[in-house]
């Protein structure tokens, strides 16, 4: 089953950590958050990768050259201004990584619906090059497959943006947790999985946006299902998520690392 990776935005909310190259590629720990994405579904054992690219498409690519592995030019394909291939080691696992240039200004329905030649007509994954979490790769798949409908989506409890206090019966302070999951609803934390057929709801228009029109037709059409995971999951949209990722992954307690 392959594995679709949305890393083309701009990354705009993040310049303060890096503003020279995408997203995908700032670090945690010694390695990109994309390392340890794909890093953490191939130790499920999913392990071929498509990569929707747009914003500094060439430092991905370029990264990706200067590892382990061996990287292969396959020219152009229709919409997809450039396609490399990287087969090697990703945390001593062997991964094929497949890279396509979906262009600056596309939105992610319209890079996802330009990769629908490299995914084929097979149930797969989809996620953001920017997120992490520990869920269940293997129990998410089961639960997709048995819900029998077109998109299940991951549902988190989304980190506070504020410290929780716990607090006695004199209002003496006796906890303080600094970003807890938050006990209200749930968001969608990406790891989708999809049927092909998601491909018919997505319009020719560079500026569609997956989450918009197309997610709320799958809606509308009661095709899509939602798999609860309330453990960990952390995007990186700002400086102190990368901090945060990072201080995790420093002290050796990273629920993403398997």
């Not at 430092?59 to 990706?64: C, D, G, K, P, Q």
């Not at 291939?85 to 991964?95: A, D, H, Q, T, V």
């Not at 939602?226 to 995790?248: G, I, V």
């Amino acid at each position: 089953m392959k594995t679709v990776l949305l890393c083309g935005g701009f990354g705009t909310r993040i310049r303060d950590v890096a503003d020279d190259i995408p997203k995908p590629l700032i670090k945690v720990g010694q390695m990109p958050i994309l390392w340890h994405l794909i890093g953490y579904y191939a130790s499920f054992g999913c392990t071929d990768f498509v990569l929707c690219l747009g914003y500094k498409s060439e430092t991905i690519v370029n990264f990706f050259k200067d590892q382990d592995g061996e990287v292969k030019s396959l020219g152009k394909q229709t919409e997809l201004a450039s396609i490399n291939k990287f087969s090697g080691l990703i945390n001593n696992i062997e991964c094929s990584v497949t890279m396509a240039d979906t262009g600056l200004e596309a939105m992610t329905g319209a890079r996802l619906r330009k990769v629908k030649p490299l995914v084929g007509n097979e149930t797969f994954m989809l996620s953001y090059g920017d997120g992490l979490s520990d869920v269940d790769i293997k129990k998410l798949v089961e639960h997709h497959r048995s819900s029998k409908k077109l998109l299940t989506v991951t549902g988190v409890r989304p980190p506070s943006r504020f410290g929780e206090l716990q607090v006695d019966e004199k209002n003496n302070v006796i906890g303080f947790n600094e970003k807890p999951q938050a006990s209200g609803g749930r968001i969608s934390g990406g790891f989708f999985v999809c049927e092909p057929d998601v491909f018919n709801y997505l319009e020719n228009r560079e500026d569609l946006v997956f989450e918009k029109e197309p997610i709320q037709s799958i809606v509308r059409d009661k095709k899509m299902d939602m798999y609860a995971h309330d453990e960990f999951w952390q995007c990186m949209d700002t400086y102190r998520d990368w901090e945060l990722l990072n201080q995790m992954f420093a002290s050796g307690k990273a629920p993403w690392v398997r």
